[in-house]
């Protein structure tokens, strides 16, 4: 079995990683002075695209005016104060010409009203600049140019999330645009020691990430190792974050997800104040945070906005949901066709007068339902908005009672999956939902094989599994294993606020109050 | 690696899951679930009866139109019990599953050979969940106690279980005794089982038509009966309503009834009877055991038709004395009738053991015989504590 694996391995390992080197790195091509010489490289090099612009213009500065060039991406880039204040330059140009200073000096420090400068040297930075959608100025006769930051392009806008509803507590939410998830961010924590790295991931996309974290109260071998695990990247591509997230986890065989993300600014500051580090990346939402633990994926920022008792009960709800999505229909099918003494007498009774004469063993009757249930979801989720509602009626037909009338399945079965699937639903976490669907399958055929038994051995070793987890080197099941008393406060328990004192143990190792002391905190003291 | 661990887990785990060949997985459709069981014997064979469930007949769902009937029973025979249950998939449509019959009825032929053999199948097969009740059919077979069908219960074994509970509850003459407590009374020395009795009033033949439904009252019904006396694994007699009362009174099993007794003036009045503190108390004098039953009753005048006077205290006490005499007849009543049968089934032996271990030793062989000259000393005492809503009987008024 092992050798067949190692085969396997060896196969996938071949696809992977084919023998060609890294593309060789473009040799560093300076700049030259002249622009008639300058501008035609630049033309080249991106293949003439009409959506760089190239926008040649006279400057007076001096006693003889000096030819320039405005190079941008149309759409990215918004040049409108860019060229009137170089353009009204040349109207006063009389006004002070100092023949002495040179020009590029003069334009950087007097002219241009733009916020953020760069130099420019070289080919490579320049056509980064403006493919980033920032613009640059050349000047004929100078080898240097200027990257003014003029990024400005369509954008959603702030919105409110669609994937993490809540009732109560902020409506925004991150959009495609880095600078704008960041702002979000800052927003909420106005400290200094909000501290941000950014890299650039991705051999052709070179899609800007940033690492965001609170100096002093994030673990900084944490910060260490995301630094280096981002680092380690090497794809031509990151579309969204879940590339990022793929590359980065501590275990890829798991179903569990071993890092959290988020479209909700709440909850990445949130994170980020208990220690975590969140990986913000150009062009999606989705806000990665690490470490990620199993408790955290059934926690909701509204748990901290609700009262305390209102949060702890829908804590306990959800790990109820959690279990009943998990179990359900694996213990009916246990309990029908191996453990029918464990069941009332009275409810045996109906439960075989709904069974008579159906064709098929339980096993397949709840695969043939809940498999229709995932389908029916699955084609809700893509489905144009407009016909979503013939699917719904459908699909409450299909899994409903048209169903039981045709005789295909039992009424008590439509009701394990329906309470299944909305079960599911109460799982806070999407990609969690899901794993818990997966695994749900597996403990149906286990359950039918061996009875309650095999759900236990399912259990078992899903368990063991999931201590065996770690998200970047915090244990996956703390604080339930190992137990952490201190951190009961805030797991499945939601205590009032002035009782959570301290940051979660392992999360953050060196800075870990987080306020007084709970009877100095206490309203009521 | 991480991975190939995984893979060795899963591989057997596969392998598992494809080789269930003979496993007991059984779908709810491919049996036939049994309701009652009942034991006869029949020359030297023993007849096992079931009562299977007709589910689609009984769910609420699918309305019991009274197209078909809500059970159907069956009979096989064979030397051993065992076989007589695997024979009966001769005659039912699927395997029989055993672990829902509320009640196993043993017909008074068998009872009399005695009932140890079969027991023993029933406390060793796995499919029975031990929670059912044993009861005697009285003058009649227990194949034929299976048969009447009932018209408010779908389930007949569901009324003569419910209806063995109830009557243990508010009227006391039955007993609800289980296959365990069964064998450990079989088994102990120092008592004898007394389980409720069953009979057939009117015919089985119109008991088990569809006829039988249609009635108001119907033509053919069972009802319990007193209780069924055993010396060891035999049954040996009966006790009538009032016996049982006081069988019930001794081993603490009563839990509500209601007691007559006369006025002093004449007419009667009944008393319902709540609360009981019963104690069982074994010596030795001088060699011979003798036993005090102590019995502390409160309870409520429910009924009164004479013209007694409750407003008075010392009335009150009148009828807590002749109280005390009824109850103290019932129970001398049954003790003699057990005596009269040399079973012990108000578990004395066990008082006197617990009472003087030592002497035990020496009683127990021919227990039987001390039994039966055992003095048994009974006092009652009774209170009343409400009587009712009015005080006086509207009933003295209108003689005036």
Redesign the interface.
């Known amino acids: ?2 050798g067949l ?2 085969t396997f ?1 060896k196969i996938v390992a071949g696809g992977a990683s084919p023998k060609t080197p890294p593309p060789a790195k473009p040799e560093r091509q300076e700049l030259q002075a002249r622009l008639s010489d300058s501008l035609p490289v630049i033309r080249s090099r991106i293949g003439n695209s009409p959506d760089v612009i190239v926008r040649e213009i006279m400057i007076h500065q001096g006693p003889v005016p000096l030819g320039a060039a405005l190079i941008y991406t149309d759409g990215l880039a918004n040049i409108t104060d860019m060229l009137e204040s170089l353009l009204a330059s040349g109207r006063e140009a009389e006004a002070s010409p100092s023949p002495d200073e040179p020009v590029m000096q003069r334009l950087k420090q007097t002219i241009l009203t733009v916020g953020d400068i760069k130099d420019v040297s070289d080919y490579e930075t320049l056509i980064h600049a403006v493919l980033s959608g920032d613009s640059v100025l050349l000047v004929d006769g100078c080898a240097e140019g200027v990257i003014a930051s003029t990024r400005n392009w369509e954008d959603r806008g702030v919105n409110e999330p669609s994937s993490q509803q809540l009732i109560r507590g902020p409506r925004d939410g991150f959009s495609e645009t880095l600078r704008t998830n960041t702002v979000l961010l800052r927003r909420k924590i106005k400290d200094p020691n909000l501290w941000m790295e950014m890299k650039q991931i991705g051999r052709v996309t070179k899609t800007d990430v940033a690492m965001v974290y609170i100096k002093g109260i994030a673990n900084e071998k944490v910060v260490g190792e995301v630094r280096s695990r981002l680092d380690r990247i090497d794809i031509d591509a990151i579309l969204e974050s879940g590339y990022i997230e793929e590359l980065i986890q501590d ?1 890829t ?1 798991t179903p569990f997800p071993t890092i959290y993300n988020s479209e909700r600014p709440d909850a990445v500051a949130a994170g980020l104040l208990e220690g975590r580090v969140a990986i913000v990346v150009d062009g999606t939402p989705f806000v990665l945070l690490v470490p990620a633990l199993f408790t955290h994926f059934l926690q909701t920022s509204e748990d901290y906005y609700q009262r305390a008792d209102i949060g702890t009960l829908i804590r306990m709800l959800r790990y109820l949901a959690l279990f009943i999505s998990l179990l359900a229909p694996a213990a009916y099918i246990a309990v ?3 453990h ?2 464990m069941i009332p ?1 009275p409810l ?11 064709p098929f ?2 096993l397949v009757e709840a695969l043939l339902m809940e498999g229709t249930f995932e389908i029916l979801r699955e084609a809700g989720i893509r489905m144009p908005r407009a016909i979503g509602q013939a699917v719904s009626i459908v699909g409450a037909l299909v899994i409903g009672q048209a169903a039981v009338e045709a005789g295909l399945v039992g ?1 008590a079965m439509v009701i394990i999956v329906s309470i299944t699937a909305i079960s599911n639903f109460v799982i806070p976490s999407f990609n969690m939902g899901i794993t818990i669907r997966m695994i749900r399958f597996l403990l149906m ?2 359950a ?4 309650l038994f095999g759900i236990m051995v399912g259990l078992i ?1 899903m368990v063991l599994h999931l201590c065996s987890l770690r998200s970047f080197g915090v244990p996956y099941m703390a604080p339930f294993a190992p137990f952490i008393l201190e951190d009961q406060k805030d797991n499945i328990f939601r205590l009032p606020h002035w009782m959570l004192v301290t940051r979660p143990r392992l999360i953050s190792q060196t800075n870990t109050t987080r306020q007084r002391s709970t009877k100095e905190n206490n309203p009521n003291t | 690696m991480n991975m190939t661990r995984y893979i060795k887990f899963f591989f057997p785990l596969l392998a598992l899951a494809l080789l269930t060949s003979c496993w007991n997985s059984r779908e709810l459709n491919d049996m036939s679930i049994a309701s009652a069981l009942g034991f006869d014997q029949k020359g030297d064979s023993v007849q096992v009866s079931v009562q299977i469930i007709n589910a689609s007949q009984i769910a609420a769902t699918r309305g019991g139109s009274g197209e078909r009937l809500p059970i159907m029973t069956q009979r096989a025979g064979g030397r051993t019990l065992f076989e007589a249950v695997r024979a009966l998939t001769t005659k039912t449509p699927r395997k029989v599953y055993a672990s829902h019959i509320r009640l196993l009825v043993i017909g008074e032929q068998l009872a009399r050979n005695g009932i140890a053999d079969v027991l023993d199948f029933v406390s060793r097969d796995h499919e029975f969940r031990t929670d059912f009740y044993i009861v005697i059919a009285k003058d009649t077979t227990a194949s034929d106690a299976l048969k009447v069908l009932t018209p408010l219960e779908k389930l007949p074994s569901n009324k003569l279980f419910s209806s063995l509970e109830s009557a243990e509850e508010n009227w006391g003459v039955t007993a609800t005794v289980d296959l365990h407590e069964l064998i450990f009374d079989i088994v102990s020395k120092g008592k004898d089982p007394a389980l409720a009795s069953i009979t057939i009033v009117g015919s089985v033949q119109t008991g088990q038509s569809k006829k039988n439904m249609e009635n108001v009252t119907p033509a053919a019904f069972e009802k319990y009966n007193g209780l069924a006396v055993f010396r060891k694994d035999k049954l040996v007699g009966w006790l009538n309503t009032k016996e049982s009362k006081g069988y019930s009174f001794v081993v603490g099993n009563m839990k509500n009834t209601v007691v007559r007794t006369g006025c002093p003036g004449g007419g009667s009045l009944a008393v319902e009877l709540n609360r009981f503190k019963q104690k069982v108390k074994g010596s030795m004098n001088a060699g011979k055991p003798s036993i005090r039953v102590d019995l502390q009753l409160e309870g409520n005048i429910g009924d009164v038709e004479c013209g007694i006077d409750l407003g008075k205290t010392a009335s009150v006490a009148e009828v807590e004395e002749a109280m005390s005499d009824q109850v103290r007849g019932f129970v001398e009543a049954a003790v003699k009738k057990a005596k009269s049968y040399r079973a012990d089934v108000f578990g004395f032996g066990n008082a006197i053991h617990r009472a003087d271990a030592r002497a035990w030793k020496e009683l127990e062989d021919d227990w039987e015989e001390e039994f039966v000259h055992l003095p048994v000393e009974v006092n009652v005492e009774m209170k009343i504590r409400r009587t009712g809503s009015v005080i006086q009987s509207f009933l003295e008024d209108m003689e005036d």
């Open positions: 079995m092992g694996f190692q391995r275990e065989y029908t066709t191996f029918q003494e007498t045996l009774i109906s439960v075989v007068a709904q069974r008579e004469g159906i063993p339980a009424p055929v286990l039918a094989t061996f009875g070793a």
